[in-house]
């Protein structure tokens, strides 16, 4: 069997991350390719329904794991049907938003689902409000076979911006939110949050 590939789209808020892993689904629904795709239940700012969401409200379903960031739990057994059925399907597709919010048990997943052929698109921000990459973020840029590193546009001067501001100061390293909390940002607007 032949090992998959592993493609990470990365980049701060607003840079069109998970509309271009959309453009990944669609085309795999096209060809008849069997898919999955993941997202992790902590992600509830746009629907509490099981589907990816982007911020202009295009939407897909997918499947939720209720793992997620600080520690490595592992997952619930509410996920072991999923996950089962990913590892039968030998050559699947798997898309998972919003990587950034797993714990590293995602990391032996995917690690196991290559080993079994299935071609992996993984879409999330590269680094924090305080521009500390996430680890989860890190080590998939260091295992990808194809990086996409998206830029959003400055929310203050319009020029390209790699950089999320966080507006809300709540003493919290994952805070999920919108434009209602975090807004991208040029590295000449952008202001670390300590």
């Known amino acids: 069997m032949t090992y998959g590939t592993l493609t990470a789209i990365m980049g701060p808020m607003f840079a ?3 509309s271009e892993l959309m453009k990944g689904i669609l085309w795999v629904r096209h ?3 069997p898919f ?3 997202k992790p239940a902590i992600d509830d700012r746009y629907s509490t329904n099981q589907e990816i969401i982007t911020h202009t409200g295009l939407r897909i379903p997918c499947h939720y794991l209720h793992q997620y960031a600080v520690v490595d739990t592992g997952f619930s057994s509410g996920d072991a049907e999923l996950l089962s059925q990913i590892q039968k ?7 998972i938003d919003e990587i950034q919010f797993f714990d590293l048990a995602i990391i032996r997943l995917i690690k196991e ?8 698109t993984v879409c999330g921000l590269d680094m924090d409000t305080n521009g500390d990459p996430f680890n989860i973020s890190a080590q ?8 996409m590193k998206l830029k959003s546009i400055c929310a203050v001067t319009g020029a390209p911006a790699s950089k ?6 709540t003493g919290n390293k994952i805070d999920v939110g919108g434009a209602n909390m975090y807004e991208p940002r040029s590295n000449n607007e952008w202001v670390p949050v300590k």
Request: proline share 0%; net charge neutral.
């Open 89 to 95: 399907s030998h050559g699947s597709v798997v898309f």
């Open 113 to 120: 689902w290559l080993c079994d052929g299935h071609n992996i």
């Open 140 to 147: 998939i840029l260091a295992m990808s076979d194809h990086v």
């Open 164 to 169: 999320t501001q966080k507006l809300q100061l």
């Open 31 to 33: 060809q008849s390719i």
């Open 16 to 18: 069109g991350k998970t």
């Open 36 to 38: 999955f795709v993941i």
